[in-house]
T-cell receptor, first 113, second 115 residues
Framework: SQQGEEDPQALSIQEGENATMNCSYKTSINNLQWYRQNSGRGLVHLILIRSNEREKHSGRLRVTLDTSKKSSSLLITASRAADTASYFCATDLGKAAGNKLTFGGGTRVLVKP | DAGVIQSPRHEVTEMGQEVTLRCKPISGHDYLFWYRQTMMRGLELLIYFNNNVPIDDSGMPEDRFSAKMPNASFSTLKIQPSEPRDSAVYFC?????????????FGAGSRLTVL
């Protein structure tokens, strides 16, 4: 079973609106990462939040982490058509688990111009 | 740096044929991961290497799948014989353990279709 599960599976918004997606996971993590995948392309790393951090910003991206609820959220503010992509969370359980990332099923985001 | 380079980008083959996918990692990255992506199963980790040594191959679906990393500049994923259910996009991703966090750089993927 997947460590991370994204919600919703799909999201459709108008340009300029904010997009929020959530990720839940099952076991304690070392860090959690978000990646974007444009159609037909490989995944691109967006942001990493460590287990001792609660919030992180990068440009129009805001990520929160609640380790007590084992959940994270990714907020894209003032969305643009170019933000149309699938977004994946990935959990890193640390060196003890072999430094490997486990990906969730992704959220497909459509930003309509 | 040209990033993680995968070849071929697209492969169409017939059931029973051997398929070899190739990956050139980013220079200096000491971790290499092979993932498979399908609509049904999402992104699955197949195998990963650290310093050219296979560390965990528990995600390799069957004995038909094998992976090698003969040196720090090259890795292959082989399927022999291929079956229609192997149709998927296969990604190679690499990272540097020195960074302290396992941030992956993905290749563009190899889309495999087995008829």
């Amino acid at each position: 079973s997947q460590q991370g599960e994204e919600d919703p599976q799909a999201l459709s918004i108008q340009e300029g609106e904010n997009a929020t997606m959530n990720c839940s996971y099952k076991t304690s993590i070392n860090n959690l990462q978000w990646y974007r995948q444009n159609s037909g392309r490989g995944l691109v790393h967006l942001i990493l939040i460590r287990s001792n951090e609660r919030e992180k910003h990068s440009g129009r991206l805001r990520v929160t982490l609640d380790t007590s609820k084992k959940s994270s959220s990714l907020l894209i503010t003032a969305s643009r058509a170019a933000d149309t992509a699938s977004y994946f969370c990935a959990t890193d359980l640390g060196k003890a688990a072999g430094n490997k990332l486990t990906f969730g099923g992704g959220t497909r985001v459509l930003v309509k111009p | 740096d040209a990033g993680v380079i995968q070849s071929p980008r697209h492969e169409v083959t017939e059931m029973g044929q051997e398929v070899t996918l190739r990956c050139k990692p980013i220079s200096g990255h000491d971790y290499l991961f092979w993932y498979r992506q399908t609509m049904m199963r999402g992104l699955e980790l197949l195998i990963y290497f650290n310093n050219n040594v296979p560390i965990d191959d528990s995600g390799m679906p069957e004995d038909r799948f094998s992976a090698k990393m003969p040196n720090a500049s090259f890795s292959t994923l082989k399927i022999q014989p291929s079956e229609p259910r192997d149709s998927a996009v296969y990604f190679c991703a690499t990272s540097s353990g020195a960074s302290g966090a396992n941030v992956l750089t993905f290749g563009a993927g190899s889309r495999l279709t087995v008829l």
